[in-house]
């Protein structure tokens, strides 16, 4: 019964983290996004300010469960249900970096997830679209962000891979899912000069993220880094 005993000292532990948590309030979330910036981001290679000071202000708390809080500023991905993931805040960041995005871009982005991202980049612009395919997740998303001013956000439940043609072109795209290549419908969807954030690769195999610039009408690879990301899926997989 060894591993029962451990099984309860680590909920019991989590349970705890969970109450001090609850007990600190903003202050205890306002230093932990505060290490998180210096340590996570800058002490790496984020560097735009915009997008540090995004980082900095979006309650990243508020868009994981209740129990894991205490963790949210953790370098690491976290669980948020439906067999989903938010990513580590440096990827977050990231990803925000290499989009390049400026006051009054349209961006959109794909995998809304927990919502997370959406809010960063709401940060930079008040101009952003987020699909997710899962319902549950996107009227938890869209809930979130209404909560937390950000009304101008806005979700769609759908196709991922059809991205948002009634709204294209846009001035960057994020995809916050692993495809095994870059989608037809999102390139064709982003202006000229426009940058596309997407990883790429299979479940269980090797992924890398890539940043891609429109130029000339043909996607050139400007980034690349290793990663680990849930995968694309369309309705019905």
Same mark, same amino acid.
């Given at each position: 019964?060894?591993?029962?005993?451990?099984?309860?000292?680590?909920?019991?532990?989590?349970?705890?983290?969970?109450?001090?948590?609850l007990?600190?309030?903003?202050?205890?979330?306002?230093?932990?996004?505060?290490?998180?910036?210096?340590?996570?981001?800058?002490?790496?290679?984020?560097?735009?300010?915009?997008?540090?000071?995004?980082?900095?202000?979006?309650?990243?708390?508020?868009?994981?469960p209740?129990?894991?809080?205490?963790?949210?500023?953790?370098?690491?991905?976290?669980?948020?249900?439906?067999?989903?993931?938010?990513?580590?805040?440096?990827?977050? +960041?990231?990803?925000? @970096?290499?989009?390049?995005?400026?006051? &009054?871009?349209?961006?959109?982005? *794909?995998? $809304? %997830?927990? =919502? #997370?991202?959406?809010?960063?980049?709401?940060?930079?612009?008040?101009?952003?679209?987020?699909?997710?395919?899962?319902?549950?997740? +996107?009227?938890?998303? @869209?809930?979130?962000?209404?909560?937390? &001013?950000?009304?101008r956000?806005? *979700?769609? $439940? %759908?196709? =991922? #891979?059809?991205?948002?043609?009634?709204?294209?072109?846009?001035?960057?795209?994020?995809?916050?899912?692993a495809?095994?290549q870059?989608?037809?419908?999102?390139?064709?969807?982003?202006?000229?000069? &426009?940058?596309?954030?997407?990883p790429?690769?299979?479940?269980? =195999?090797?992924?890398?993220?890539?940043?891609?610039?429109?130029?000339?009408?043909?996607?050139?690879?400007?980034?690349?880094?290793?990663?680990?990301?849930?995968?694309?899926?369309?309705?019905g997989?």
């Open positions: 019964m060894k591993w029962k005993f451990i099984l309860f000292v680590v909920l019991a532990g989590v349970l705890l983290a969970a109450a001090w948590w007990l600190a309030g903003e202050g205890s979330a306002a230093a932990a996004r505060a290490r998180m910036v210096k340590e996570q981001l800058q002490a790496r290679d984020i560097s735009d300010p915009r997008v540090l000071a995004a980082m900095g202000k979006v309650p990243r708390e508020r868009f994981v209740a129990w894991l809080a205490p963790f949210a500023y953790a370098d690491q991905a976290l669980p948020i249900g439906q067999g989903q993931t938010i990513s580590q805040p440096y990827i977050v +960041a990231l990803m925000s @970096q290499w989009a390049e995005v400026r006051p &009054g871009d349209k961006v959109l982005e *794909v995998g $809304t %997830g927990s =919502g #997370y991202q959406a809010a960063v980049l709401a940060e930079l612009t008040d101009r952003v679209f987020t699909i997710e395919l899962i319902p549950e997740l +996107a009227r938890q998303a @869209q809930a979130t962000l209404r909560e937390l &001013g950000y009304a956000v806005q *979700v769609r $439940t %759908g196709d =991922g #891979y059809a991205g948002w043609p009634e709204e294209a072109p846009f001035a960057a795209i994020l995809v916050t899912a495809a095994p870059v989608p037809p419908a999102l390139s064709a969807q982003l202006l000229e000069g &426009g940058r596309l954030v997407i790429l690769g299979r479940p269980g =195999g090797l992924q890398y993220l890539k940043k891609y610039r429109k130029v000339k009408g043909e996607l050139r690879e400007e980034g690349s880094l290793p990663v680990r990301f849930v995968p694309l899926v369309k309705p997989e």
